[in-house]
């Protein structure tokens, strides 16, 4: 079976300064793709950062960047400069090419301290 | 700044009754899928259309479950009779699929309905 793995329920930053979320995946697939969603109080559910699989580049989205870890299956999301706008569940997904299924790990709360 | 739309976005019933929830997907998008969100399991797939065709609605329990899309802007999720265990977030998704390929993209949700059955 398909896995993703978020092993931090909870994290905690202090404004501006920078924290990484884990994620850990397991897929039997060649080719995938691997996403962070943000979800804020409002539910809405927002893409964050989107990684091709045969991408060896980590992407990168102004504050937000990834360290791809193909070899190892992980997938962590680096945030810096926090803003308490940051404050949200954050979710890490797989996608195998091929399929439409999303395997979401549970997700990590992350607070902003002021 | 096109989005994924969903009505209502709080509903509030009494066990056994019918409920439905509606998705407007992004203009030209065409894969639909239906989550639900609940503390205990997270994000479950309930069902996904293509071209408006359900491909997979295995997620869903289909004796009070069921899906539609009458057309290709708007996708229906119907319960009936509903019960307490049903309570979640229901969120509706769509996504760009090239034509005769599989899904790369994306998938823009929108804002979810909170359902609460009493």
């Known amino acids: 079976a398909q896995t993703v793995t978020q092993s931090q329920p909870e994290m905690s930053v202090q404004e501006a300064e920078t924290v990484t979320l884990s994620c850990t995946y397991d897929?039997?697939?060649?080719?995938?793709?691997l996403f962070w969603y943000k979800q804020p109080p409002s539910r809405q559910m927002i893409l964050v950062i989107r990684?091709?699989?045969?991408?060896?580049q980590n992407a990168t989205e102004n504050r937000f960047s990834v360290n791809f870890q193909k070899a190892a299956k992980s997938f962590s999301l680096k945030i810096s400069d926090s803003q308490l706008g940051d404050a949200a569940m954050y979710f890490c997904a797989s996608f195998p090419s091929g399929t439409y299924k999303y395997i979401f790990g549970t997700g990590t709360r992350l607070k902003v301290l002021a | 700044d096109a989005r994924v739309t969903q009505t209502p976005r709080h509903k509030v019933t009494e066990m056994g009754q019918e409920v439905t929830m509606r998705c407007q997907p992004i203009?030209?998008?065409?894969?639909v899928f239906w989550y639900r969100q609940t503390m205990m399991q997270g994000l479950e797939l309930l069902a996904y259309f293509r071209n408006r065709a359900p491909l997979d609605d295995s997620g869903m329990p289909k004796d009070r479950f069921s899906a539609e899309m009458p057309d290709a802007t708007l996708a229906t999720l119907k319960i009936q009779p509903s019960e307490p265990r049903d309570s979640a977030v229901y969120f509706c998704a769509s996504g760009l699929v090239p034509s005769g390929r599989p899904p790369t993209d994306t998938q823009y949700f929108g804002p979810g309905t909170r359902l609460t059955v009493l």
């Open positions: 897929t039997s697939e060649s080719d995938y793709y």
């Open positions: 203009l030209g998008h065409n894969t």
């Open positions: 990684q091709e699989a045969y991408k060896q």
